[in-house]
Every structure is written in structure tokens, then in C-alpha cells.
């Protein structure tokens, strides 16, 4: 039997460089050389593709593929760009496509369709640096539509990149002109607590048209009020699952992400990120592109209901084909 080629997309110019190359390397470990002909497609830093060890333009190097599996986190693997360029060679790929990613990237966009279907999220407010006021102006703003605390972050980053903390309004202006300053766009957030939760979702997987995985709880280190990049990036992040909430807070957050899922049009599977607060829960970001990483959450729900990262990775491909 003719053995499906597999082009793995790892590398890109993103923040998430070191995270896209683990996954990457965990989806090769995951299929086996008796039914995949893999083809490692390395992107650098500055965008050169390479295949074979050997720089190479990208129609050449996903020419002669059957399936693409992408393993780009952030920047061009999720805004749309590695989408578009799949498509117009007519390859087909696994995850959602280039306008649904984009979207879900783009967390003030997202937040705009996620509210508009009914998704409940912490009170928010958004800047550019096209915004004609100063961050004085900005942090007022966000100081009369909700109260401190206030977590700063850009808004089309992940794994903890750019994220700041204002405990008052005094600290704000500052960690609003950092993130701008670095990364363009700011969203300033109200800060809830809770317990911070993960949950995935497949399509068409055990008979379910969306299937939730069961809800990780995030195990933050003593003190931190979030993981730093270094903790996905040294397999420091903790991840309790299956989890100890009850059965009626598993449904909440699981109907949850079902619900974000959807709102965005996304395709395959997704990943949620939620905070479970005494009020129930709230979405904090829909992430098209989960990692698999060590560390990461995805594997650990995989595992928890008897699955693994190469069964999820067969039925994406599937999914993609089909």
C-alpha cells in the first residue's frame, strides 16, 4: 500500500518559533514510517522555506504533497497567509481556514464575533497606535468602563507573549505604551479571577459533530498569574487533567467552547482558553492551532480519554482530505 505524504510546516517568523518547532517535531514522532511518507518543511526566522535541508519556494516544496499538517504557531501559520498559499495550489491541510484563522488570531476582531454570538468574556477595551489620544487618555478610558485589576496584552500573540499586569490605574499607561510600542495594538482586559481553564475541541470525532476533550485545569506556579513564554517553552507548564471541577462547570465550559468554536468558523479542532469564576465561566481566547508540545494541554486531554496525539492527527488529516 502506497504510503500518504505528509508535509509538516514547522519553524516561521513568529514569536512562537521554538513552540512551532516541537510541535513539528512531535507530529513526526507521532506517524509512522510504515504509513507516512513525511516531508519536514522548515520555515526560518525570516520567512525562507526549506525543504530536503535546502532553501526552496514554497509551491515547490508542498508540490507533490497529499496532505499538509500545520504546525506554525502565530504569525503567517495563523493569519490566513500559509491558508491561502495551501489553497491556491489545491493541497489539502488540516485546521481552519485562512479568514477563520485570521479571525481567531486577531483577538478585537475576534472579540467582536464572539459577542455577538452570545460568548461571555471579561469587560475589554481595545487601542491601535493609530489611536489619537495618549496612554494617559487610554488607561482613563479603560478605568471607567471597568475597575482595576487590568491585564494588558497585544492583540495577535500567544503563549504569554507581550502580557502585562496593572494592579491600578496608575500602572496602566505604561504597560498600555509597552504593548503598543512592541506589537502595534492593545487589548486592556479586565483582570478575573478564577481557575484557569483549557479545553479542546474535534469535529466529527466519536460520533460528536463537535466534540469537547475533557476541560485541563491550568496549574499555575505558586504566585504567577500566568505562564511566562519560558514555561511553554522549557515544558514548565502544568496542566491537571482530568480536572476536579464538577460535572455541571465541565458542561458550562466545555458548551463554552463549542459555542467559540462555531461563532469563529473554525474547522478541525480548536483549543479554549477560560476562566472559571464563581459566576461561571468566561472566554479568555479561542487558539485555532493548539500546540503539542510537551507541556502543552492537548496531549494531556487526548490521553485522558484514551486517545493520543497521532489518532488526532490521522483524524485531522482525514478531516482535511475528506
Known sequence: MARTIVGILRGGPSSEYNLSLKTGAAMQAALPEEHYDVCDIFIDK??????????????????????????????????GTIQRILE???????GSRARAAALSLNKIRARVALLHAGVRMPNAVAFTM???????????????????????????????????IAAHI??????????????????VEEYLTGDEVSVGILEDFRGEELYALPPAHVVLPDGARFFHPE?????????????NFTPAEKR??????????????????????????????????????PGLYAGSSFPQMLDAVGSSVREFLEHSMRLARR
Open 46 to 79: 525570516r520567512g525562507v522555506w526549506h525543504a530536503r535541508g535546502l532553501p526552496v519556494e514554497p509551491l515547490r516544496a508542498i508540490s507533490q504533497l497529499d496532505v499538509v499538517l500545520n504546525g506554525l504557531h502565530g504569525g503567517v501559520g495563523e493569519d
Open 88 to 94: 491556491r495550489a489545491s493541497v489539502a491541510y488540516t
Open 130 to 164: 493609530n489611536d489619537r489620544i495618549d496612554t494617559g487618555e487610554m488607561a482613563r478610558e479603560a478605568f471607567s468602563a471597568f475597575a482595576p485589576p487590568y491585564i494588558v496584552k497585544p492583540a495577535s500573540e500567544g503563549a504569554g507573549h507581550g502580557l502585562r
Open 170 to 187: 496608575g500602572e496602566l499607561p505604561e504597560a498600555i505604551a509597552d504593548v503598543l510600542d512592541e506589537y502595534g495594538a492593545a487589548i
Open 231 to 243: 514555561a511553554h517553552e522549557h515544558a514548565q507548564a502544568r496542566h491537571a487533567c482530568p480536572s
Open 252 to 289: 458550562a465550559i466545555e458548551d463554552l467552547a463549542r459555542t467559540a468554536h462555531r461563532a469563529l468558523g473554525l474547522s478541525h479542532f480548536s483549543r479554549s482558553d477560560i476562566i472559571l469564576t464563581r459566576h461561571g465561566p468566561y472566554l479568555l481566547e479561542v487558539n485555532a492551532l
